[in-house]
């Protein structure tokens, strides 16, 4: 259910930024704090975890699918 609400956020946050009749000074201004906050080092410490999860979830799947074919 969260993901529901994180691609909707995403997805409205997308439109108000194409959409948005600020004009470009805005656009910058949102664009420079996307880069601002990826590039943060909790942030990319946190993508770095997330990461190892997933490879570590995509292993245990591929484990638990070949027990299943066999």
């Known amino acids: 259910m969260r993901f529901r609400y994180l691609v909707i956020a995403v997805i409205a946050f997308i ?3 194409y959409g948005a009749k600020a004009g470009k000074g805005r656009y910058k201004q949102i664009s420079n ?3 601002s906050f990826w ?3 909790k942030v990319k410490k ?3 975890v997330a990461k190892k999860d997933v490879a570590k979830a995509r292993k245990a799947a591929v484990k638990k699918a070949s027990k299943l074919n066999r």
């Open 15 to 17: 439109a108000y930024t």
């Open 33 to 35: 704090y996307l880069d």
């Open 39 to 41: 590039n943060d080092p």
């Open 46 to 48: 946190a993508r770095a």
